[in-house]
């Protein structure tokens, strides 16, 4: 578990989304790396549950199946439809229907008491009312608008999703420190290569 959350916690460069939107783009975010494999990998079971944990989202005692870890993949891949979905791209049937599998499960069910905004929360436990927990936080950030500031990072190999923070929507890279700089590098090469050619 140590392991997960060093790697988890060394690799995640990207400025925090606002509020609870933050844990939504950690979680879109979760990736691996693995000596001799170039590029990130899908997360293992043990970091999706180690941040379900790690954010109140379920009890470490909770049994976490290979299905339950399937299911959070499949989430994250249909989060990034919605992402998409910013750019005019509708998100496809198979993504909706993870969607809606993950909050029957959980049982969403809103919450309008007088403590506190409106909520919806799970009524399940474990890992159902964990993943749950996730599409809760997602459907009332599309309601409020801030979900329409998430985007992808622009770098071709990157999957990582950000808070776009700038006044005009103009923000690209999911960090400035990671795909920021490979961009800048990447242009000053190219721009050095067709140099070095005209010479
Ligand atoms: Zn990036």
Known sequence: MLRAVFDFAA???TPAAPG?????QRFMNLHEHRAGVRGDLPPSPELVKWFLVDR????DGDPWTHADHKLALDLIEALHAKVRENYAEPAGSRDVAVI???TDAAGL???????GPPRLEPKATGAAGGLGGIV???FLAQLDGRWGHLKNCAHETCRGVFFDHSKNHS???CSMQKCGNRAKAKA??????ARGRRA
């Open 11 to 13: 690799h995640e460069t």
């Open 20 to 24: 609870e939107l933050e844990l939504i």
């Open 56 to 59: 109140g989202l379920m009890d």
């Open 100 to 102: 809606d599998r993950v």
């Open 109 to 115: 069910t809103p919450r309008f008491g007088l403590a």
């Open 136 to 138: 809760a936080i997602a």
């Open 171 to 173: 923000g690209k890279w």
């Open 188 to 193: 000053w090469r190219e721009r050095h290569e």
